[in-house]
């Protein structure tokens, strides 16, 4: 090959080699553009509910978006994260993100961390432990930190709470909060509606009865530990006033449980024996404190007992309680539904048997 033939060889290969790393660079290109801009299959007007927890990696949150159907391709999400430098900076948080978008803007969007809120149903009648529970669980609260506040006299006192706890304080409610809200805000939260149930006419009553706004929510936690029917509350309140008025015990089941670490579950007699201020059983007038958070029901029950002379009630085992005015009377109503109760188990064993 002559000289000229082979300076046309060599350009012709270097033509060729720069066409190829152009075409190879102008595929990356294209490539990277569809990894971080092309939007994600879906319904552009659907957004999909999706819990990152924290500590949660880059890949790991891949994954779950893959799961949500959020994104198609794990790995482009993953260069996507690289390109943009927020391996680091994907925060944790309950979020309601759209289909159909961009692995870029997802990535801003958990970059952000605008976190949707999450709702929290606490029940009537449940204990700061449980409420402490619910929280961790939805919302990844300090559970621990959440019940050292709830028992940090100086933080009750600020939040104008007349007790050494907040147990009672809290008042139960459907609440909406930020994944990894702190202890602090939620309690605030929590008493801060409390104080707007028991407003200023709810006040007045409670001193014109001639008592505490802690006594008021300590017997609503035994209403509340106690009433299974709305229409009961009045009448079991009644029974305790009475009670309270005469110097006789409460006799309260709810305060037992109260104190047992394995409850709630059927009481023994050797439970009525417990040696606990909490014990209505064996010391008169109300417990220290509630035993529960009661619900604004019991608190009104509390504050207007219904206008009978009741002194005892016994459950009837289907939410309802059978009322006396006198001993005779609430121990003829015991036998009764014991002999039911009886008869229900020996009936419920001979149907095992013949199983």
């Known amino acids: 090959m002559t000289e000229k033939g082979t300076k046309t060889h060599r350009k012709?290969?270097?033509?060729?080699?720069?066409?190829?790393?152009?075409?190879?660079?102008?595929?990356?290109?294209?490539?990277?553009?569809?990894?971080?801009?092309?939007?994600?299959?879906?319904?552009?007007?659907?957004?999909?509910?999706?819990?990152?927890?924290?500590?949660?990696?880059?890949?790991?949150?891949?994954?779950?978006?893959?799961?949500?159907?959020?994104?198609?391709?794990?790995?482009?999400?993953?260069?996507?994260?690289?390109?943009?430098?927020?391996?680091?900076?994907?925060?944790?948080?309950?979020?309601?993100?759209?289909?159909?978008?961009?692995?870029?803007?997802?990535?801003?969007?958990?970059?952000?961390?605008?976190?949707a809120e999450i709702k929290v149903s606490i029940p009537e009648g449940l204990r700061s432990e449980k409420i402490a529970g619910i929280f961790q669980r939805k919302v990844g609260l300090d559970s621990a930190r959440f019940l050292a506040l709830v028992r940090d006299t100086a933080f009750v006192h600020e939040l104008g709470v007349s007790a050494n706890s907040l147990e009672g304080y809290l008042f139960p409610d459907t609440y909406f909060f930020a994944y990894g809200v702190k202890a602090p805000l939620v309690l605030r939260t929590l008493v801060s509606h409390f104080w707007r149930v028991f407003n200023d006419s709810l006040k007045a009553r409670?001193?014109?009865?001639?008592?505490?706004?802690?006594?008021?929510?300590?017997?609503?936690?035994?209403?509340?530990?106690?009433?299974?029917?709305?229409?009961?509350?009045?009448?079991?309140?009644?029974?305790?006033?009475?009670?309270?008025?005469?110097?006789?015990?409460?006799?309260?089941?709810?305060?037992?449980?109260?104190?047992?670490?394995?409850?709630?579950?059927?009481?023994?007699?050797?439970?009525?024996?417990?040696?606990?201020?909490?014990?209505?059983?064996?010391?008169?007038g109300l417990p220290p404190g509630p035993i529960n958070n009661p619900g604004k029901k019991s608190i009104l029950a509390a504050l207007y007992p219904a206008p009978v002379k009741y002194l005892y009630f016994v459950a009837n085992g289907d939410g309802t309680h059978t009322f006396s005015y006198t001993l005779a009377q609430h121990l003829k109503a015991k036998r009764r539904l014991d002999r039911i109760r009886r008869a229900y188990y020996r009936k419920l064993r001979l149907s095992k048997k013949k199983s």
């Not at 759209?98 to 970059?111: G, T, Y």
């Not at 029917?229 to 305790?240: F, H, M, P, Q």
Request: net charge positive; proline share 5%; hydrophobic share 45%.
């Open 12 to 115: 012709k290969r270097a033509l060729y080699a720069g066409g190829g790393a152009f075409f190879l660079i102008f595929g990356f290109l294209v490539w990277l553009g569809l990894a971080l801009y092309l939007p994600n299959p879906g319904n552009p007007n659907r957004k999909i509910p999706v819990m990152i927890e924290k500590g949660a990696n880059a890949r790991e949150i891949a994954h779950i978006l893959k799961e949500k159907h959020l994104i198609s391709r794990v790995d482009h999400f993953l260069v996507a994260v690289k390109i943009f430098g927020a391996k680091t900076k994907l925060k944790a948080g309950f979020y309601q993100l759209p289909q159909n978008v961009s692995n870029a803007r997802l990535i801003a969007l958990l970059e952000k961390g605008e976190a």
């Open 206 to 284: 409670t001193r014109k009865m001639g008592w505490s706004v802690h006594q008021v929510v300590t017997l609503a936690s035994i209403i509340e530990g106690e009433a299974r029917v709305d229409s009961e509350r009045a009448l079991i309140s009644a029974v305790y006033h009475n009670r309270l008025k005469r110097g006789m015990l409460l006799q309260a089941s709810p305060t037992i449980q109260f104190l047992l670490p394995d409850g709630p579950r059927r009481l023994l007699k050797r439970d009525l024996q417990i040696d606990s201020p909490y014990n209505t059983y064996r010391y008169p």
